[in-house]
Nanobody, 115 residues
Framework: QVQFVESGGGLVQAGGSLSLSCAAS????????IGWYRQAPGKQRELIAH???????NYADSLKGRFTISRDNAKNTVYLQMNSLKSEDTAVYYC?????????WGQGTQVIVSS
């Protein structure tokens, strides 16, 4: 079973950037499609970007051109580079295997964007 530890969140001004990291344990990481999710205050958790084992990526329409997901299978780590941040990006960010959302989640990392 893969477990995740997210890091890199913080407080940033609108227009700024942050880089999130997701360190995973477990032998199946390298073959899994990994997603970054976020949960804004009062809203449901949503999938915002994912990357396949082969490196193909997909993003929510609202994020295209601002966020970049990448992975380093040798380090069992997935990254999310976030640029041109907006107040609506304020949320707790999580990573997880896509399609296995019923399995335990990490604690996430808080991102607060001040306007």
């Amino acid at each position: 079973q893969v477990q995740f530890v997210e890091s890199g969140g913080g407080l940033v001004q609108a227009g700024g950037s942050l880089s999130l990291s997701c360190a995973a344990s477990g032998s199946t990481f390298s073959i899994a499609t990994i997603g970054w999710y976020r949960q804004a205050p009062g809203k449901q958790r949503e999938l915002i970007a994912h990357i396949t084992s082969g490196g193909s990526t997909n993003y929510a329409d609202s994020l295209k051109g601002r966020f970049t997901i990448s992975r380093d299978n040798a380090k069992n780590t997935v990254y999310l580079q976030m640029n041109s941040l907006k107040s609506e990006d304020t949320a707790v960010y999580y990573c997880h295997i896509v399609g296995f959302e019923w399995t335990p989640w990490g604690q996430g990392t808080q991102v607060i964007v001040s306007s």
